[in-house]
């Protein structure tokens, strides 16, 4: 997929990954890119920028995921790409992580890519094509050390994605799925203060350099889109040998200051 005259759909659009992503679609030629975020100010900053359209989403709310669509098409007639890429960090703990705050990671970075898939997967199956990118992490293929509800819900998109391509791959909706592992954005300075993902800013990339790493994925049409390319190494090894990877991941428990533990 090229993103030439395409319409394109970006939530949490206003920052980070999101904020890169809608800037180098409209770079790309993309016709409309429409800027969601629970930030409509920033969101209007960057819409502003790409001469596109900014909607204020929360993506925990069917609602507001539905408006978004529905404004998206008021405006662009169509949607080609949606990105669902808005998500929320990793909070600290495990199974003792109360149940609210495992409820609202949980609608964020889960419930979101259903609701998503839901309100514009009819739309294009009408028109027989469109593009789904979830962003996950690659904690979604490895996990996150000392956050299991992180790790848990990012394991989830990346179920839920897969279940997308098997499903509507052969109906002409094409998905991706995309597992950066450190990206130098606000997210991983917040997690990285609070919690054990300090060790992943040594490695950490520009969200610009995300921003490539899609536009090449999308044009190859890949399932995962991994901007760092080590992560699907380790994958290779977590599937090669399960108990030996567990070993390896409590090593570097004990090498990195874990909260809690």
């Not at 819409?47 to 539905?66: H, P, S």
């Not at 839920?160 to 799925?177: N, P």
């Amino acid at each position: 997929m090229k993103l030439q005259d395409k319409v394109a759909v970006v939530t949490g659009g206003a920052h980070g990954i999101g904020r890169a992503l809608s800037e180098r679609f409209a770079t790309e030629g993309a016709r409309g890119v429409v800027v969601a975020d629970i930030d409509i100010d920033r969101a209007q900053e960057i819409a502003k920028k790409i001469n596109g359209l900014a909607v204020r989403t929360d993506v925990g709310k069917e609602t507001d995921i539905v408006k978004l669509r529905d404004t998206a098409l008021d405006a662009y007639g169509q949607i080609d790409l949606f990105c669902s890429n808005a998500g929320i960090g990793g909070i600290p703990g495990g199974e003792d992580v109360p149940n609210d705050a495992w409820q609202q990671i949980w609608e964020i970075n889960v419930m979101a890519h259903i609701f998503a898939a839901r309100a514009v997967v009819p739309h294009m199956l009408e028109r027989g094509e469109g593009y789904l990118l979830n962003t996950a992490s690659a904690a979604g293929l490895l996990t996150q050390i000392g956050s299991a509800p992180y790790s848990v819900t990012k394991h989830a998109a990346v179920s839920f994605a897969e279940w997308l391509s098997i499903t509507y791959g052969d109906k002409g909706i094409r998905v991706s799925c995309l597992c950066p592992q450190g990206v130098r954005t606000r997210m991983l300075e917040e997690a990285a203060e609070n919690g054990p993902s300090a060790f992943l800013l040594e490695n950490a990339i520009a969200a610009d350099d995300v921003a490539e790493a899609v536009i090449r994925g999308l044009e190859a049409e890949k399932f995962l889109i991994l901007p760092h390319p080590e992560v699907g190494t380790y994958f290779q090894y977590k599937a090669n040998d399960y108990d030996r990877w567990l070993r390896g991941m409590r090593r570097l428990q004990e090498r990195i200051s874990v909260p809690g533990q």
